[in-house]
């Protein structure tokens, strides 16, 4: 599961991950993307922009410790 990839590498960025999530999943970014934003809105992660990626934007995926 998602969440499981994610608290095992919290403070990653979402290309790390997803690569790590289609390995296990076979599933396609479209998707991964669908899930990222519904674990965010039931706060079980918190998605940082971050403007130092090689190519721009990078946004970092963290686990809530609260849940």
């Known amino acids: 599961?998602?969440?499981s990839i994610i608290k095992?590498?919290?403070g990653k960025p979402t290309s790390e991950i997803f690569?790590?999530?289609k390995q296990k999943e076979g599933k396609s970014m479209r998707?991964?993307?669908?899930?990222l934003k519904e674990l965010e809105k039931n706060n079980k992660i918190?998605?940082?922009n971050?403007?130092?990626g090689f190519n721009g934007r990078q946004v970092i995926i963290?686990?809530?410790e609260n849940d």
Do not use: A, C, D, V
């Not at 998707?31 to 899930?35: A, D, I, L, S, V």
């Open 50 to 52: 971050n403007n130092k």
């Open 46 to 48: 918190k998605l940082n």
């Open 62 to 64: 963290e686990h809530n």
């Open 1 to 3: 599961e998602l969440l």
């Open 8 to 10: 095992e590498n919290s």
């Open 19 to 21: 690569k790590i999530y």
């Open 31 to 35: 998707t991964f993307q669908r899930k």
